[in-house]
């Protein structure tokens, strides 16, 4: 897959996560285009999945942390053929597995996540267990930066740095904003690097829509031998469409009909465009 | 903190549980490297120095963040460790109980959550240390087996077990050495209570340490009025053994169940809800510790304190029979 391949990919998958959220009437839609593009560099250029042999002991780990944003998990992963997409379209509907948040239920799926501030810690014990046993393979998890006041965050974060995990790699989704209003009205993350390094972590930021930014922070290996890795992902609550961009009430606003067809014909746009 | 006697005569004494526990594991990992124990400083407790000792690389330390002890070990389960989270019963089933619903029974990552010092083992401590809510708690979460076993021979089993085990499973030991009820019946499985006493006058189903004060009543209502109580250590508080239960019931006699637990929702409440829905109506009390601001003492102290001893039950059983 080209680069521009990958670009049009966000964009198509940007769509696909507005089509679902307008049908089930429900999602969170500003997350979910935050973290799209980091979404799409992990599951194409990056995570060892195959969606034919999920479950190969060898496969990288992913776990999102921040599951509310299932919708961009869920449309990445119907891309790289995990699942029919039209799986989707029962989205939040009665008895369907295509619910809120992630479960095992879902093929691709490593754990069911929801409740915040839970991925990191289950990832640090996949990334013992892999270094226990000589394995290579990497494990990643999705941080909001609303759930970093979780206290179960930094017990993990303590954890990893103490095991030397560099095999493990933490991405902040770092939109600076959450479902009251900014990160900085809400609870003050400012100096979120150097909270990191303090806890020994190596921390690379980056544009978290740049898709060859990205790339390279994910797949150079680990930051710093014998330290986890720590990206943060600057990017923007609802980005590719306009109205959208910076604006809290789409945390999980859901379009109107005339809404969804504007936002559909900017993307059109941007996707003509490159 | 100074240990209460335990009366030795009529049975054989036996170690705490929660060492049991820690021999056993030890004995399981001397041919198992893919056995794990995640700590939280708790090692001294859980009886695991020599453990650590032994098998370095099969220890994980977090320090105490039992949240985060309850998160790695699921991530370790997943990955395909045999993985036994060991913390004080106090603060792994309410400190980490978000991620024992989430990262372990929802996500079906099957962990052994070993809850050491259990009830009011730390009585003196009070009630930060005592784990009275621990059966409640777990009981209403899906996707779990939760196990107190009553001597030492149901400690080793369910640690055998337990290994073997791929669901999420809690386990609680107290530090109080235990006698060995009944050294004949040598079954053992989850989900089935195991008759260490028998009889047809009167039915004790007991949990964990309160099987031997259950055991010590049932003589004596025998050795003063040749009253035959039968007594249970319903070792699994659930699944529960519903199919005992009915067999016990049906003889229409009373029913005492004694546990080491507030009387909300533990193993008396499971035995009444279970009996009265299928239309028993034997008398039936249940013995635990009061929904109260509870007393402080050593363990024996605090069971006398609530009638969870010999003569607190013998007397709970004498009013039931009307002798």
Not at chain 1, 11 to 33: C, D, E, F, P, W
Not at chain 1, 100 to 120: F, I, R, Y
Not at chain 1, 203 to 213: I, S, T, Y
Request: negative net charge.
């Amino acid at each position: 897959m080209t680069n521009k391949e990958l670009k049009l990919k966000s964009v198509l998958l940007r769509k696909n996560i507005l089509k679902y959220i307008y049908k089930a009437k429900a999602g969170h839609t500003g997350g979910s285009l935050s973290c799209l593009d980091i979404l799409n560099v992990l599951y194409n250029r990056v995570l060892n999945v195959d969606p034919n042999d999920f479950k190969n002991l060898n496969r990288d780990r992913y776990i999102q942390s921040k599951g509310h944003c299932v919708e961009a998990l869920f449309v990445t992963l119907a891309d790289r053929g995990f699942f029919p997409e039209s799986d989707l379209e029962t989205l939040c509907q009665y008895q369907s597995h295509y619910i809120g948040h992630p479960t095992k239920k879902v093929n691709g799926v490593e754990q069911n996540t929801g409740a915040l501030g839970h991925g990191l810690p289950i990832c640090v014990g996949e990334a013992i267990a892999a270094k226990l046993d000589n394995k290579t393979h990497r494990v990643f998890t999705l941080l909001g930066d609303g759930e970093l006041p979780e206290g179960s965050n930094w017990e993990a974060f303590l954890a990893a740095s103490h095991y030397k995990l560099d095999n493990l790699y933490a991405i902040l989704d770092y939109n600076k904003q959450q479902i009251t209003g900014n990160n900085s009205e809400v609870m003050n993350t400012d100096s979120v690097r150097q909270k990191l390094e303090s806890f020994g972590w190596a921390v690379k930021e980056v544009d978290g829509h740049n898709l060859e930014a990205l790339e390279e922070a994910l797949n150079s290996g680990p930051l710093e031998v014998g330290k986890p890795s720590f990206i943060i992902a600057h990017t923007i609550k609802g980005k590719g469409v306009s109205y959208m961009e910076g604006n809290i009430k789409w945390h999980h606003g859901v379009p109107t009909p005339e809404q969804y067809e504007l936002a559909l014909s900017e993307l059109n746009q941007v996707e003509s465009s490159l | 903190m100074q240990l209460d006697k335990i009366e030795e005569k009529d049975l054989k004494m036996g170690k705490a549980n929660q060492e049991v526990f820690s021999e056993t594991l030890q004995e399981l990992a001397e041919t198992d490297s893919s056995i794990i124990v995640v700590t939280s400083d708790s090692r001294g407790s859980g009886k695991l120095v020599p453990f650590g000792q032994k098998f370095p690389s099969q220890i994980v330390e977090v320090g105490i963040a039992e949240q985060n002890l309850v998160g790695v070990a699921a991530g370790l389960a997943s990955a395909g460790k045999k993985t036994f989270a060991v913390s004080p019963a106090c603060f792994l089933s309410a400190r980490a109980l978000e991620q024992i619903k989430n990262d372990v029974c929802y996500s079906d990552n099957p962990v052994v959550l070993v809850g050491i010092s259990s009830g009011v083992s730390y009585g003196a401590l009070g009630t930060t240390h005592h784990s009275l809510h621990d059966f409640a708690a777990l009981r209403s979460i899906n996707n779990i087996t939760i196990v107190a076993p009553a001597d030492n021979f149901e400690t080793e089993q369910a640690v055998r077990l337990a290994v073997k085990h791929d669901k999420p499973l809690y386990m609680r030991f107290g530090k109080k050495a235990m006698p060995f009820l009944d050294e004949e019946n040598k079954s053992f499985e989850f989900g089935k209570g195991r008759l260490v006493r028998k009889g047809n006058d009167l039915t004790i189903i007991a949990t964990g340490e309160t099987v031997y004060p259950a055991w010590l009543a049932a003589k004596k209502l025998e050795d003063k009025h040749g009253v035959k109580a039968a007594v249970v250590s319903m070792h699994t508080i659930k699944p529960l053994d519903v199919k005992l239960l009915e067999d016990l019931a049906e003889n229409g006699k009373p029913i005492v169940t004694v546990e080491e637990h507030m009387v909300n929702g533990g193993l008396g409440e499971a035995c009444a809800s279970y009996l009265f829905q299928k239309g028993y109506s034997n008398p039936f009390k249940i013995v635990g510790i009061p929904d109260e601001y509870t007393v402080t003492g050593s363990q024996v102290e605090i069971f006398n304190h609530y009638g969870i001893s010999r003569e607190g039950l013998y007397e709970t059983c004498k009013g039931l029979l009307d002798i």
